[in-house]
Nanobody
Framework: QVQLVESGGGLVQAGGSLRLSCAAS????????MAWFRQAPGKEREFVAC????????LYADSVKGRFTISRDNAKNTVYLQMNSLKPEDTAVYYC??????WGTGSYDYWGQGTQVTVSS
């Protein structure tokens, strides 16, 4: 079992930045694809970004490409999402996810509880 806890969310003005963290416990995440998803009120959950075991490969949704950066520190069992140039449409609950086999937008075995990001205009 992998337990995931997100942190770093909050209220920020449009154009600002936030850095989300996802701390894992229970197992090392070094053999897991790690991902971030988000869900805005009244909308379905959507893929944001994922990163490979070593961090050598990343994948981003078109809506965040060039503004968000996913990274990982396997020694700290932690994944990050650096969010720059934030827009009001980035407002959502952001979830961290992990899976040993998946890549990209598919299903993930483990999920965190989410952290709220609110971007004011």
């Amino acid at each position: 079992q992998v337990q995931l806890v997100e942190s770093g969310g909050g209220l920020v003005q449009a154009g600002g930045s936030l850095r989300l963290s996802c701390a894992a416990s229970g197992r090392t995440i070094s053999r897991y694809t790690m991902a971030w998803f988000r869900q805005a009120p009244g909308k379905e959950r959507e893929f944001v970004a994922c990163i490979s075991f070593s961090g050598a490969s990343t994948l981003y949704a078109d809506s965040v490409k060039g503004r968000f950066t996913i990274s990982r520190d396997n020694a700290k069992n932690t994944v990050y999402l650096q969010m720059n140039s934030l827009k009001p449409e980035d407002t959502a609950v952001y979830y961290c996810a992990a899976d040993a086999r998946n890549w990209g937008t598919g299903s993930y075995d483990y999920w965190g509880q989410g952290t709220q990001v609110t971007v004011s205009s």
